[in-house]
């Protein structure tokens, strides 16, 4: 009786910080999506405003870590980390955890927000805790603490940021084999830190990416010709330039993905023209994505991306250089924990695509790994996708009663305009399935005067997301699955992408350290119209086992099915650029079969990219454009 009266308070504690999590990581990202899309609601916090020496001390080692290389200093990198000072995780966290807390292992990640078997909905999508798009759990990953935070949620975030640098460096960045251990100096504040904002102890895309730019020009928008990194590993144009490109395309991707919402209600009311304005948006989205994706070349080389940009940001999950993962020292019970690294699949904005088009993921092991990706994005945006995806059970019907019900309860009869938060209790407008809501307009026999124009609309958002998947997997295959075939071949690249030897990184890091802009467009750069193989179709190789057997009591942080997807690391999960036909046949299958093929064996294979690369993505494309309504399909007489 004791226990079940003690389970109640814990309970209303443990809500109240899931709670409290998705608001407080809101001041940064944005409870809703703004013009910006998911990039945060003010640019990134370049440094950590709590006075305190020893903070001071961690910046500067992160500052310092490009030009290490040039000096010859990475070779006592881990040495110097260990060394710093203990990081004053107390003071930062003071309103929202006991002194000396140390959090549990995270509740296993699971598939949230809707990873597109059921119209994008995950099969628990009733649990509570998915409201607010966070971990399940009894709330004992939380940071502790019942006040609400009153945390500076810039801080937070730029304090994850630096330990996620430094903890990879630390993992990744020194010659030889990585270690196993990462020591309790860097694991337990980025452990800390990490349950304080909602996200795995782990660099993410949100770290790596989200967070980490800075305009030229305050006044012009984030765009690659205004945009630097703020921070780097090994520095250099190459890194920095695949990392703007994935900025730059959130940038592009936020006009229409702020407007999905009301995309959703304009279907749910019938507002044809307001629906036909938000697939024009995202078709439009797309298109600029694309260009910018197919811009990548212009700094970035493959074989500079594999080799020295790819290796910082593995994790330690399906990784043979970590095959049971790493053990945070003095968190988590001691025991290896297996974590994805950063990839483009921790960006929300083609699952958010996904989830108002209604593109249905059904392969088992993809649609968890889709979901274990959601599980790595920031806390608001992971509520936002979840939201997206309540609407798809909703169909035009059911929505239009919802809202006469909304209306009513508000003592109004106008439904639309603004989601109404920040307005009490005022209800939402409601939404529906926007492709329900197409399929029914444009079907034989409906009478909408208007079916065919959104007809044509969605088809062309759809068509438009397909030629940035497509685009997407000719990326991975010249920048992931062609160095790694090369690899094999060669014992010396692969030792050299494993052991990091810094003669390569001495020239770009110096480059970095002088604060030098990038160069013009090197001759021996990339072209996304040149990656070798003739046209084919489906051809792929096989997955590989998941990961080694790990050692009795190894602890799986994120769990994903054998066999899963290992994510093409560091590209966004759809890319763009209207294609032409001659990049669509430089992506043909039958030479990247034998190519994936390669990669099996190269021991160069990391945490964030594997053999199943471009399978995975070849599925992903597939789905999509099968999800075409077509005219043939929309004037199918319904059976009587």
């Known amino acids: 009786m004791l226990q079940r009266r003690a389970a109640a308070p814990a309970k209303r504690v443990a809500a109240l910080q899931l709670h409290r999590r998705v608001h407080a990581s809101a001041a940064v990202f944005g409870g809703r999506p703004h013009n910006g899309g998911f990039l945060p609601v003010t640019d990134p916090q370049e440094r950590i405003t709590l006075a305190d020496p020893a903070v001071q001390e961690w910046e500067q080692a992160l500052r310092e870590l490009p030009a290490s290389f040039t000096t010859g200093l990475g070779t006592q990198l881990r040495e110097r980390l260990r060394r710093l000072p203990p990081f004053p995780i107390d003071r930062l966290l003071a309103a929202c955890s006991p002194p000396g807390y140390i959090p549990p292992l995270p509740t296993p990640l699971t598939p949230l927000g809707g990873v597109g078997g059921a119209g994008g909905l995950a099969t628990d999508e009733r649990d509570p805790h998915l409201v607010h798009g966070l971990p399940r759990g009894d709330g004992t990953d939380t940071a502790g603490g019942t006040a609400d935070c009153c945390l500076p949620d810039g801080d937070a975030w730029r304090a994850y940021l630096v330990l996620s640098f430094l903890a990879h460096a630390y993992v990744w960045c020194e010659p030889g084999p990585p270690p196993a251990l990462l020591p309790a100096v860097l694991a337990v504040p980025w452990a800390r830190l990490s349950a304080a904002v909602g996200m795995p102890s782990v660099l993410t895309y949100a770290t790596y990416n989200l967070y980490n730019w800075k305009r030229l020009d305050p006044g012009l928008p984030p765009v690659l010709d205004n945009l630097s990194s703020i921070n780097n590993f090994l520095g250099g144009p190459d890194e920095e330039w695949f990392r703007l490109v994935h900025v730059d395309i959130e940038a592009r991707a936020g006009p229409a993905v702020a407007e999905l919402p009301r995309l959703q209600q304009a279907a749910a009311q019938d507002d044809a023209d307001a629906v036909l304005r938000g697939l024009g948006a995202i ?358």
Not at 357 to 385: E, K, S
Not at 428 to 456: C, F, I, K, M, Q
Not at 504 to 531: D, I
């Open 283 to 640: 078709s439009a989205s797309l298109r600029a994505m694309q260009t910018t994706l197919a811009r990548i070349g212009e700094h970035c080389a493959p074989d500079a991306y594999y080799t020295r940009v790819r290796p910082p940001i593995s994790g330690w999950r399906n990784n043979p250089l970590l095959p049971y993962g790493l053990v945070y020292e003095g968190v988590y019970g001691d025991v290896p924990v297996q974590l994805y690294g950063a990839t483009g699949a921790q960006s929300s904005v083609v699952p958010a695509f996904d989830r108002v088009l209604d593109i249905r993921h059904d392969q088992g092991r993809l649609r968890d790994y889709l979901g274990t990706m959601v599980g790595h994005m920031p806390p608001p945006h992971r509520a936002f996708l979840a939201t997206l995806a309540a609407a798809n059970t909703n169909t035009t019907a059911t929505a239009a009663e919802a809202a006469a019900a909304a209306a009513a309860a508000a003592g109004s009869s106008r439904v639309g305009g603004d989601s109404g938060a920040g307005q009490g209790r005022q209800q939402p407008p409601a939404a529906a399935n926007v492709r329900a809501y197409v399929l029914a307009a444009a079907a034989s026999g409906s009478g909408h005067p208007r079916g065919g124009e959104l007809r044509d609309a969605y088809d062309c958002s759809v068509e438009e997301l397909d030629r940035f998947r497509s685009l997407h997997r000719a990326v991975a295959q010249q920048y992931i699955v062609q160095p790694a075939s090369a690899a094999a071949t060669a014992p010396s690249a692969a030792a050299h992408q494993q052991h990091y030897t810094h003669a390569a990184s001495t020239s770009a890091a110096a480059t970095a350290a002088a604060g030098t802009a990038p160069p013009t467009a090197r001759s021996g750069g990339s072209s996304l119209t040149s990656a070798a193989g003739p046209p084919g179709d489906g051809a792929g190789a096989s997955a590989g086992p998941d990961v080694t057997a790990a050692p009795p009591g190894a602890v799986m942080a994120v769990h994903v099915a054998s066999g899963s997807a290992a994510a093409p690391d560091g590209l966004p999960a759809a890319s763009a650029g209207p294609l032409s036909a001659e990049m669509v046949a430089a992506a043909g299958e039958v030479a990247e079969a034998a190519a994936a093929a390669a990669v099996a064996a190269a021991a160069g294979v990391t945490g964030t990219g594997g053999s199943d690369v471009i399978p995975s993505l070849t599925a992903f494309r597939d789905a999509t454009r099968h999800h075409k309504i077509g005219a043939a399909a929309a004037s199918a007489t319904p059976a009587d």
